[in-house]
């Protein structure tokens, strides 16, 4: 089983392992992965709490970090932070 980021999802009765699991995560959660991979997703997660939690606590946090405006970077403190990454090219001030 190949999910749409062309990773190898190998099955244990149909259900994905918890590492595989892992590997399909982000695709999952954003609606991305194959209808098949869903299912067999939603179906190990019937069985798992351990992994039942991970997906809900990446899901919150993936919320949480859209949700959440980032702070202003004070001007000399972007400057600095730019040149210390050698990024200067791409500062626009």
Do not use: F, K
């Not at 982000?26 to 039942?52: F, M, T, V």
């Not at 400057?79 to 210390?84: G, K, N, P, S, T």
Request: aromatic letters at 4%; charged letters at 25%; one cysteine or more.
């Amino acid at each position: 089983m190949t999910n749409e980021s062309n990773i190898d999802v190998p099955l244990a009765h149909g259900v994905p392992p918890c590492g595989d699991l892992l590997v399909a995560l982000s695709d999952y959660i954003s609606g991305e992965a194959a209808a098949e991979l869903c299912q067999q997703i939603e179906a190990h997660l019937a069985e798992c709490e351990n992994c039942r939690v991970i997906v809900d606590t990446v899901r919150r946090t993936v919320t949480l970090c859209r949700e959440i405006t980032p702070p202003a970077v004070p001007t000399e403190v972007r400057r600095r932070l730019y040149q210390v990454l050698d990024l200067n090219t791409y500062l626009v001030e």
